[in-house]
T-cell receptor
Framework: AQKITQTQPGMFVQEKEAVTLDCTYD???????LFWYKQPSSGEMIFLIY??????QNATEGRYSLNFQKARKSANLVISASQLGDSAMYFC????????????FGKGTKLTVNP | DSGVTQTPKHLITATGQRVTLRCSPR?????VYWYQQSLDQGLQFLIH???????AKGNILERFSAQQFPDLHSELNLSSLELGDSALYFC???????????????FGPGTRLTVL
């Protein structure tokens, strides 16, 4: 069964430094999409970045980039130049063809940015 | 702001009661998804509607039902509420029916349900 694993329950980073949040996934389907969402303490889920299984290049969106290693089934989120406002829960999610059109989420990583 | 709206933001009710959560998708989006986020289960997919038709069901209890109306807004009805139904309920919308891997889902702010 498809599964997302985020092994870091919590991460700490100093302001202005870069941080990598880990995500590994398990699927036998060759067609899938990987998504990262941010959930601040206020509760909303904010879409950050997307990577498709057939994409040749790693996705980037501003300070967010995705380190996609298909053979290792990992899709780590890299946040550069961390800001205090980056403190939040971060969720990795996957959808796949034939997967009932749903997102499957990992348990999340709580990122704290220290001043 | 994702463009997805959900009402109410907070809901407090008693066991055995029935509530209705409302969601309006982003302009132009035809798909609406419902998810439940709880401490023990994490984020779980409940149900998906596309242009008024049910497309997929997840771990949705029989006490729960949903529909999508002609104006594309959706309602999630929760009945015979139990303490364990307390959770954050999200609605998400996307443009397509979810049959491509590029179909990004944009989430609303959620409705926090507390069952006392």
């Amino acid at each position: 069964a498809q599964k997302i694993t985020q092994t870091q329950p919590g991460m700490f980073v100093q302001e202005k430094e870069a941080v990598t949040l880990d995500c590994t996934y398990d699927t036998s389907d060759p067609s899938y999409g990987l998504f990262w969402y941010k959930q601040p303490s206020s509760g909303e889920m904010i879409f950050l970045i997307y990577q498709g299984s057939y994409d040749q290049q790693n996705a980037t969106e501003g300070r967010y980039s995705l380190n996609f290693q298909k053979a290792r089934k990992s899709a780590n989120l890299v946040i550069s130049a961390s800001q205090l406002g980056d403190s939040a829960m971060y969720f990795c999610a996957m959808m796949w063809l034939g997967g009932s059109e749903k997102l499957v989420f990992g348990k999340g990583t709580k990122l704290t940015v220290n001043p | 702001d994702s463009g997805v709206t959900q009402t109410p933001k907070h809901l407090i009710t008693a066991t055995g009661q029935r509530v209705t959560l409302r969601c309006s998708p982003r302009s132009g989006d035809l798909s609406v998804y419902w998810y439940q986020q709880s401490l023990d289960q994490g984020l779980q997919f409940l149900i998906h509607y596309y242009n008024g038709e049910e497309r997929a069901k997840g771990n949705i209890l029989e006490r729960f039902s949903a529909q999508q109306f002609p104006d594309l807004h959706s309602e999630l009805n929760l009945s015979s509420l139990e303490l364990g139904d307390s959770a954050l309920y999200f609605c998400a919308s996307s443009e397509k029916p979810g049959t491509t891997i590029t179909d990004t889902q944009y989430f609303g702010p959620g409705t926090r349900l507390t069952v006392l």
